[in-house]
């Protein structure tokens, strides 16, 4: 007899696309467990600069990633303890994650992790490969996206609203680049899933986009 499976939705997209808002909101009204898998990447880049290990030290980066001693405690995000929740937000964190991330041996050390997410009565992960190489089995994949322009305008919103200074410029050009690194890169490439429903947000508010997910989720687990 086989084992029933927990559900997964995953929802992938570029940075700023609003997955996060939209997974946490979804994984809320499901009473599901959500993994925020961007944050284990900005926590090995955030590691990696507290103990001062190069951007592109490929083995050095992968055995931190391995053992990344991070909890996630009631939406804060700790690093050996120290509760770096907006540490971890910050542009230059997610740059960095952004690089560590085209290192093969740093995707393959954080597997393990991120599959652990998986128990009942149900995940809602969000990232970059979440439908493509995490949770090919998923019970529902979405690929969520939006312009460039409204992308990095709710970036600027966000950072603004956190205190951190933000430039309207400056944020489509990161994020252009970003998204051409995410995309290009050879290992887990930023791409839709095979079978993912492609929701583009650039018109839309998160309580519509969530309403969206929710009914694709209802169908498919019928
Ligand atoms: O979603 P985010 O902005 O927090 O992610 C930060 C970086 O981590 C992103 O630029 C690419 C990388 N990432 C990845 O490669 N795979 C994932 N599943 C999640 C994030």
Redesign the pocket.
Known sequence: MSMPTVPVITIDGP?ASGK?TVAHRVAKQLGFHYLD???L??LTALSAQQNHIALDDEAKLAELARVLPCRFVHGHVLLDEQDVTDAVRAEAI?VA??KI?VLPEVRKALVDLQVAFRYAPGLVAD????GTVIFPDATQKIYLTASVEARASRRYKQLIEKGFSANMEDLVKDLTE?DAR?SARTA?PLKPAPGAYILDTSAMGVEQAVQIVLDLYAKASQ
């Open positions: 940075t996060g898998s961007g944050a990447y900005r997610g994650a952004s991330a990232g970059r490969d979440m970003r995410d887990a």
